[in-house]
């Protein structure tokens, strides 16, 4: 009978808000939850590494999946600007092949 009226009460107030993360592709600059992004992250010894994780430690950028940002990123200069770094000749390389395996033009 009165069962109804002793719901419980979640604590809501206790609870912090989710927080999304805003991801921002460096080539493109849009920002799209749908979409997967990959981080790039330049390490503590300054290489350049593709982080399948997202968790590696360094100054990170996300590129989206559309193997043409990474061509703009990777053969411009925005992945360098947004890394602070400068991209040798081998990493475009592997920069590349990933785009290349890994994602198509949209
Ligand atoms: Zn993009």
Redesign the pocket.
């Known amino acids: 009978m009165a069962e109804q009226q002793a719901r419980t009460k979640r604590p809501r107030g206790q609870r912090r808000p989710k927080h999304v993360p805003q991801r921002t592709?460096?080539?493109?600059?849009?920002k799209e939850a749908k979409?997967q992004?990959v981080r790039i992250v330049r390490t503590p010894d300054h290489r350049v590494e593709i982080d399948l994780t997202g968790k590696q430690n360094g100054r990170g950028a996300y590129?989206?999946?559309?193997r043409?940002?990474?061509n703009?990123?990777v053969t411009g200069n925005v992945l360098e600007r947004a890394l602070k770094v400068t991209l040798d000749q081998e990493t475009r390389d592997i920069l590349h092949r990933y785009a290349d395996h890994h994602f198509r033009d949209e």
């Open positions: 592709c460096a080539a493109c600059r849009e979409r992004f590129l989206c999946t559309r043409s940002c990474w703009k990123a």
